[in-house]
């Protein structure tokens, strides 16, 4: 199952949090939704990034706005 998880905290950054989606098609289905929310500050694959496609890939990426349009 794919799954896209965000934490917003009161600052403004957000945590992304994706599982269960194998390749570099990881981020291409987060980077539109990044794109909105602001600057990319950090990023970090797990381990299950590397693996192969036998097994699925999360990742946690962390962006800040400076502003809220919600």
Same mark, same amino acid.
């Given at each position: 199952?794919?799954?896209?998880?965000?934490?917003?905290?009161?600052?403004?950054?957000?945590?992304?949090?994706?599982?269960?989606?194998?390749?570099?098609?990881? %981020?291409?289905?987060? %980077? %539109?939704?990044?794109?909105?929310?602001?600057?990319?500050?950090?990023?970090?694959?797990?381990?299950?990034?590397?693996?192969?496609?036998?097994?699925?890939?999360?990742?946690?990426?962390?962006?800040?706005? %400076?502003?809220?349009?919600?």
């Amino acid at each position: 199952m794919e799954t896209l998880e965000f934490i917003i905290y009161p600052d403004g950054r957000v945590q992304e949090k994706v599982t269960g989606i194998v390749g570099a098609s990881c %981020a291409e289905v987060t %980077a %539109a939704i990044e794109a909105q929310l602001g600057q990319v500050l950090s990023q970090e694959s797990t381990s299950e990034f590397f693996a192969t496609n036998n097994i699925q890939e999360s990742g946690v990426v962390n962006t800040q706005t %400076a502003f809220s349009e919600w």
